[in-house]
């Protein structure tokens, strides 16, 4: 158990409907990223807060979004679903971003399916 | 631009056999930092180590060794007498220092799916 939590674990939509993801870092931890793992695009970054500001940004849709609250927990918004947008989506946790990036540690992942 | 290319798809081996998994990166950066993460059928992703880009000293963790190389921009995970537990997928990743943009974010490989038979 890497201590960090995601819910819900599977989650299961239509298209074009809206959903939100959450994640709370292990204790102590202030970055929070998240990631998109697909079968044709692999393990892909999405976005990344440090201590509730947005610290880096990657490959992240204008459909998605996402914050980190005053408590560490951060929620990721997808909306306008497509039947692409179907993945495993992690969340990870270290102690720092920068400017020497630690382990992060895997969330065990919200398998998202759109039908 | 970084990148990180692990060549081998998939590799079966019969259990006790030693297993190499081959993980070659690409970066502008002079300080980096390269991962080695495991996923477990179940599908969650699990530490297993990481390296900066000052460290060459390989790594010994009992069955589990690491081989960095910056001449050959490589950093290969061996498996020593395989069993059936550590069938997996294998990923290698890199993380570039601040000076590079990145902010710890994670470039990871396409992974190797290792099957190791009884």
């Known amino acids: 158990d890497s201590g960090v939590t995601q819910t819900p674990k599977h989650l299961i939509t239509a298209t074009g409907q809206r959903v939100t993801l959450r994640c709370s870092p292990r204790?102590?931890?202030?970055?929070v990223y998240w990631y998109q793992q697909s079968l044709d695009q692999g393990l892909q970054f999405l976005i990344q807060?440090?201590?509730?500001?947005?610290?880096a940004k990657g490959n992240i849709l204008e459909r998605f979004s996402a914050q980190q609250f005053p408590d560490l927990h951060s929620e990721l918004n997808l909306s306008s679903l497509e039947l692409g947008d179907s993945a495993l989506y992690f969340c990870?946790?270290?102690?720092?971003?920068?400017?020497?990036?630690?382990?992060?540690?895997f969330g065990p992942g919200t398998r998202l399916t759109v039908l | 631009a970084q990148k990180v290319t692990q060549a081998q798809t998939e590799i079966s081996v019969v259990e006790k056999e030693d297993v190499t998994l081959d993980c070659v990166y690409e970066?502008?950066?002079?300080?980096?930092?390269l991962f080695w993460y495991k996923q477990p059928p179940s599908g969650e992703l699990v530490f297993l180590i990481r390296r900066n880009s000052f460290d060459e000293q390989n790594e010994i963790s009992g069955r589990y060794s690491w081989n960095f190389q910056k001449s050959t921009s490589s950093f290969n995970f061996t498996i020593t007498a395989s069993q059936v537990v550590d069938s997996a997928v294998y990923f290698c990743?890199?993380?570039?220092?601040?000076?590079?943009?990145?902010?710890?974010?994670?470039?990871f490989g396409k992974g190797t799916k290792l099957s190791v038979k009884p």
């Open positions: 204790s102590g931890d202030l970055s």
């Open positions: 990743a890199l993380s570039e220092g601040a000076l590079g943009g990145s902010q710890g974010n994670l470039i």
């Open positions: 807060y440090y201590n509730g500001e947005e610290r």
């Open positions: 990870a946790s270290s102690k720092v971003g920068t400017p020497s990036p630690n382990e992060q540690f």
């Open positions: 970066t502008r950066d002079t300080t980096y930092y």
